[in-house]
């Protein structure tokens, strides 16, 4: 009668068990997580935006390692801008622009941003909600997107409530390069 070591028999059966367990499980499910983009849009771009509402102004984005998003635009003001035929501000004025961003994709992101429409003596405070889907390039440092734009009351929450879309605008932007 042979003997065998049991550290071999426990081997043998552990090494059995776990390719059991992992090579024939068939109802085992693998989903593929979304790729992360962060190292391709993480940065800072100089922006041009046009909107059939707001016109067309240039901008500064900042995309943070931690899916914040914060910008700043050249058609904001702490004074009502030129009004129109009708004697109401071209644009409200506005503060800058703070949410978080998400990827989507190996090269494409989703993000909410928020900024407040400073109150005038015609037109009250409000919050804006902008959702954006941007695509970028990284091998030529462009971004590009869409998005919309919705206003809500100070008092109402920009998160959970619903708003029609105030106007819909594009972007693109160009990375910005240290000492170029």
Known sequence: MKTRNPFVKL????????????????HQVSAQPITDCSKIVTDTYITTTNSGEFGSFRGILTFTQDGNVFGTTSNQSAAPSPLDQSGVPSVQPFGNIQGSWKCTSDKEITSTAFNFWYPTATLPGLIAR?????????????????????????????????????????????????GQ
Request: positive net charge; hydrophobic residues 40%.
């Open 130 to 178: 902008n959702d954006v889907r941007m695509t970028f390039d990284p091998k030529n440092g462009i971004v590009q997107g869409t998005g919309t734009v919705r206003s809500f009351p100070l008092k109402a929450n920009p998160l959970n409530d619903q708003a029609p879309v105030r106007g819909t605008f594009t972007v693109t932007g160009e990375r910005v390069i240290p």
């Open 11 to 26: 081997t043998i059966c552990l090494l059995l068990a776990l390719t059991t367990t992992f090579l024939v499980n068939i």
